[in-house]
């Protein structure tokens, strides 16, 4: 493949990257946690820019709710323990219950919506909603990281005498083992950002803190949506 292709090919990644919906939102939700780390909560140019940010990311976020109510009312994988089902039913009603309110909270914002006060308790509400969707999302990755590395024991225990590594189920479980591993970082994350966002702990989670949390937090979403790179063909 000569440079010209290989250019033309990492373009085309990055432009599907781009046409994401999702993937514009984690942009713009690290450059508004971005903002809240530089401001400290502080008037100035970055807390306006995180503010307006905040209120852009809204958009992208509308009627985006159907999502996880399609989650919520869909099959689970056969032979998922029922607590985990719980947990992850739980955590699409609460998440689709946030981005439902939150839609209310943006036209609160936008004025549309005149009840100022309703709009701040809606919007105190859905960041409720979104922690409790927090914490489902830690507890069910930790139950699942439990379940692979379960399996993987006894696939060690198989090939003992073999490299596992050449094994290509073992290679797929320990790459879902490291999927769910930084989705477990995140959730956890997303749950200081959202008591910061609530003030629930202000001396300890402060602005600054919140927004360098809510940051990394931001940085791993923008990884998790990255596309699959095309293979290389053999020759």
Known sequence: MSTLDATRAELALVVLYLN?????????RAIQYGSKFLSDGQPGTAQNVDKSTSLARKVFRL????????????????GTPLPL???GKSKNALLSTFLFLDQIVW???TGIYKNKER??????????CWMGSSICTTLVELGELGRLSASMKKLEKR????????????R??????????????KAGMD????????????KKVTPRVTGAFGFVSSLISCYQLLPSPPKSKTP
């Open 172 to 185: 797929a479980k320990l790459q879902k083992s490291n999927e769910r591993t930084l989705a477990l970082v």
């Open 107 to 109: 036209l609160g914002r």
């Open 119 to 128: 709009a701040e308790l809606i919007g105190r509400i859905s960041l409720f």
């Open 63 to 78: 009627f985006k709710f159907v999502n996880d109510l399609h989650g919520l009312i869909s099959p689970v994988p056969q």
């Open 85 to 87: 089902v719980l947990l």
């Open 191 to 202: 749950i200081v950002v959202a008591v910061g966002l609530l003030q629930l702990a202000p």
């Open 159 to 170: 090939f003992k005498d073999s490299d596992k590594y050449k094994n290509e189920e073992y």
């Open 20 to 28: 994401k919906a999702e993937a514009r939102d984690k942009i713009c």
